[in-house]
């Protein structure tokens, strides 16, 4: 019977090829779009470390004074001094903890002739890596007593062992950074979250390639790497120093993994602000302890055109749904004289409305290979976007399915109301004006 | 014409009149809102900045030792000025639209404190000597740093510099002392102060607020002997020489700071990049408006010819009695006319509770009203074009039609 009901959808299909096409083409539009740019949104709004992000928590605390603070309605910086995060990473509260920031490292080539060049450069602790996951090809990280003893170590990415070494073993090696030697301890295989967590507030990209390089913080600080962002809150004579300077620069992440782990280390940090306002150093008693869902929402990282354009794409979906809806219903009002005649000769009310929506499923699965189609050509479109992460817009799994899901639901919606319309039409009537 | 008739049609045909309604209705709010999206993106691209932006080009030199800037700065600007085509070339710490800002908060009298929030947070200009020049900004009152000034004037591991005098932007000038002549008033914070010796024409900072257009202005201007701060070469030329002479200059430069990176960019490609995702926001919406535009015309197109195969005798019969064809083509202008009419209405309604609803969730500004009937005639005037096709089709039954039987 469905074989039947697909065979008059056919020939019902190709009798007007106009309208078919143009009905066809206009949900194909709708999906294309739509699909396009949830698979944007998609990208910019996942999950950078899936498996761990529950445990991931971003401490915040705020050394400012109390000029224009409001109690509950101010939020804690998002950055701290040196002073604090050092303090929080040497108590040892969570199971892992790491401070970083972000500099500009210069690498000079190894051959003489070459020109050195910039890259993405992290100031971290020893932590960082088994905290976050860091998955390596060659060596591992350096060590907390590396940490202390301001080793000159570094961790190199494997797009920067590539360029220098041809990809090969370089632990051991030395590069030569901002005009000082680093020994490589370790080189990474490809890392890079998207987004990159644990580079918000501390004004780095939030898409796109891993940094390139690894240096324990100390080390860097002590050769006069600065960082990307310094926010100071008291007027400073000197921000070269920024370890003894007013001024907030690094970020801190803890790894807790369950709770009561989560509400021990909270008011261990809630205690460590009060002592800081007994000290007089602190004035705002608020803190926060964000997980990476919750610290990238926060620090809104999703840009909001991503959003306006999804909003823009489903309105268009529903006046291409609207539209297909009337071209429907135009051509099965046409056919109101056969559907009197299947009637009359014993086809039910329910047959009808089959055939009607069976009419509308291949109208949608139509258009919606065409709008997978059309969908593809947007995102080879988005990937030639100026954005940071145009270079990562394809379509997966997931949301080739969704298209045809979509696509399906669509044109069924649409066909309802022009199926229904079918089969309760009196059948003598139509059969008499024939 | 009468109307009366129409109207009897229509409510015989509920749920394709309803169609057609809402399908406009759609379109109508959705075009509003797109179309001042648009226009507003389109306004922060096009934002005034007061610099010779067609004849700048900028070297940014990182990596040099800060040790040696006081005799490398004047060696490169030196090395610089001898590349044939350059009309002048100077130093500053950053340029607008660069993305790289140096920002500090002011306050007008002596106790302001750094986190005051009645201070004003404004993006500070270190001008080597020339650069005003270079720059072309452009002096409204007051005048330019003199010599002195310019040899005095450091920042070294400070996050002020030691001068005492500024230039402002118009915008901070009328912001701070509105109704006032800034010159001779001060700038305070802790024990620095800045007294205003000019204000100049608006120039960016180096980076914008989409929000605020007002604070995309709020730059301040301060001399500077070579310092480390310094890392952006201004180069001014035709604007025909800029290639040739930003390729020669990241040589130049390259050659004589080997441990150093040299990068150019012309100042009007800068620009361009600091708007790339601003433009393609743009292309693809008014891409988006396009194809919607052309899907509700295609609905319109294909109900009509459908309402008017389903109206063949009944035109046929109009015609027989005595209608023109006149008539008959006014007959379904009018109506497609009343359901835009409605469809308008509807979907204006509906634009201005999108653009409240987006005003609360995203940093959007109120649509000014004029876009309302401006989306609202696009649509009617897309309804008359779209409805032209089916209505000369109906037209062109033969009053004979009426004759047949049905």
Redesign the interface.
């Known amino acids: 019977m469905f074989g039947y009901y697909i065979d008059i959808a056919v020939r019902s299909l190709r009798r007007n090829k106009v309208?078919t096409a143009?009905m066809i083409l206009?949900l194909a539009?709708?999906i294309g779009?739509s699909i396009t740019t949830l698979t944007v949104l998609k990208l910019l709004s996942g999950d950078p470390i899936p498996q761990k992000s529950a445990r991931l928590f971003y401490p915040q605390i705020d050394p400012?004074?109390l000029?224009?603070y409001v109690a509950d309605k101010t939020k804690p910086d998002t950055i701290m001094t040196y002073t604090d995060a050092m303090s929080l990473l040497h108590a040892h509260r969570a199971k892992r903890q790491a401070v970083m920031a972000l500099t500009?490292a210069?690498i000079?080539p190894q051959h003489a002739n070459d020109?050195?060049?910039?890259t993405d450069g992290v100031m971290t602790t020893a932590d960082f890596f088994g905290m976050f996951d860091v998955p390596f090809q060659y060596g591992g990280s350096w060590t907390a007593d590396d940490d202390e003893s301001r080793a000159p170590l570094v961790v190199i990415a494997d797009f920067l062992n590539e360029k220098m070494f041809g990809g090969g073993n370089s632990v051991g090696k030395i590069i030569r950074i901002?005009?000082h030697d680093f020994r490589i301890v370790g080189v990474l295989k490809h890392w890079a979250p998207q987004p990159r967590f644990y580079t918000q507030g501390l004004a780095g990209r939030d898409y796109g390639d891993g940094d390139a390089v690894f240096m324990p913080l100390q080390t860097a600080r002590s050769m006069d790497m600065g960082p990307q962002d310094t926010e100071?809150?008291?007027?400073?004579?000197?921000?070269?120093?920024l370890e003894t300077a007013p001024c907030e620069w690094v970020g801190l992440w803890v790894e807790l993994d369950d709770s009561a782990a989560v509400a021990q280390y909270k008011s261990f940090l809630d205690g460590y602000v009060r002592q800081q306002i007994n000290l007089g150093r602190f004035k705002r008693s608020d803190t926060a302890l964000l997980d990476v869902m919750g610290w990238l929402s926060d620090q809104q990282v999703v840009p909001?055109?991503a959003?306006?354009?999804v909003?823009?794409?489903f309105?268009?979906l529903?006046?291409?749904v609207?539209?297909t809806?009337?071209?429907l219903?135009?051509?099965c009002?046409?056919r109101s004289r056969e559907i009197g005649v299947r009637r009359a000769l014993g086809a039910t009310r329910g047959a009808i409305f089959t055939q009607f929506m069976v009419e509308a499923g291949i109208v949608g699965l139509t258009g919606g290979l065409l709008g997978l189609v059309l969908a593809e050509l947007g995102l080879l479109g988005v990937r030639h976007?100026?954005?940071e992460y145009a270079s990562l817009a394809y379509l997966d799994i997931e949301m080739f399915l969704l298209t045809f899901v979509v696509a399906l639901v669509a044109s069924l919606i649409a066909g309802l109301?022009p199926a229904w319309?079918a089969c309760v039409m009196a059948p003598a009537p139509q059969l008499k004006?024939a | 014409m009468d109307v009366l008739p129409i109207f009897a049609s229509l409510r015989k045909h509920r749920i394709p009149t309803l169609l057609i309604v809402m399908e406009i209705a759609l379109a109508c709010a959705v075009l509003c809102n797109a179309v001042f999206m648009i226009s507003r993106r389109i306004g922060d691209i096009h934002l005034p900045n007061a610099i010779a932006e067609q004849e700048i080009t900028t070297i940014k030199l990182r990596g040099t030792d800060p040790k040696l800037v006081t005799s490398d700065i004047p060696r490169n600007l030196a090395a610089l000025r001898n590349i044939a085509g350059v009309q002048a070339a100077a130093i500053a710490s950053t340029v607008p639209l660069s993305h790289q800002n140096w920002g500090w908060s002011f306050g007008l009298t002596q106790a302001s404190s750094v986190t005051d929030q009645n201070n004003t947070n404004v993006t500070l200009y270190f001008l080597g000597e020339g650069a005003d020049k270079t720059f072309g900004l452009q002096l409204r009152e007051g005048r330019f740093f003199n010599a002195t000034e310019y040899a005095d004037s450091t920042v070294g591991n400070a996050a002020l510099p030691t001068t005492h005098v500024v230039i402002v932007n118009e915008t901070v000038a009328k912001q701070l002392w509105p109704g006032q002549s800034a010159l001779g008033k001060t700038i305070y914070s802790g024990p620095n102060y800045f007294t205003v010796v000019g204000v100049v024409a608006d120039v960016l900072r180096p980076f914008v607020s989409t929000q605020n257009e007002q604070k995309s202005y709020y730059a301040t201007f301060y001399p500077m002997a070579p310092d480390p701060a310094l890392g952006y070469y201004i180069l001014r030329s035709a604007p025909a020489d800029r290639d040739r002479i930003m390729k020669e200059a990241v040589q130049k430069l390259q050659e004589i700071n080997p441990a150093a990176v040299a990068t150019g960019v012309t100042y009007e490609s800068m620009r361009d990049q600091y708007f790339a995702n601003t433009s393609s926001m743009v292309w693809t919406l008014t891409l988006v408006c396009a194809v919607m535009l052309a899907v509700t015309a295609f609905g319109i197109v294909g109900l009509t010819s459908f309402w008017v195969g389903q109206r063949r005798r009944q035109i046929g019969i109009r015609r027989a009695v005595g209608a023109t064809r006149g008539d008959i083509l006014r007959y379904f202008r009018t109506e497609n006319f009343l359901l835009s009419t409605v469809g308008v209405i509807i979907g204006m309604g509906m634009a201005f509770a999108i653009n409240l609803y987006l005003m609360q969730h995203y940093e959007l500004s109120r649509m000014p009203w004029y876009y309302l009937p401006g989306g609202a005639i696009a649509l009617w005037l897309l309804g008359q074009f779209a409805v032209m096709g089916p209505a000369m089709r109906a037209a062109a039954v033969p009053p004979v039609v009426a004759t047949h039987s049905a």
């Open positions: 309208l143009l206009t539009m709708g779009a400012n004074t000029d224009g500009q210069k000079v020109h050195p060049y910039f901002n005009d100071c809150f008291a007027s400073v004579t000197d921000v070269q120093h909001d055109d959003k306006l354009q909003y823009l794409a309105g268009f529903l006046i291409c609207v539209n809806v009337g071209l219903l135009a051509k009002l046409r976007e100026p954005a109301l319309r004006a």
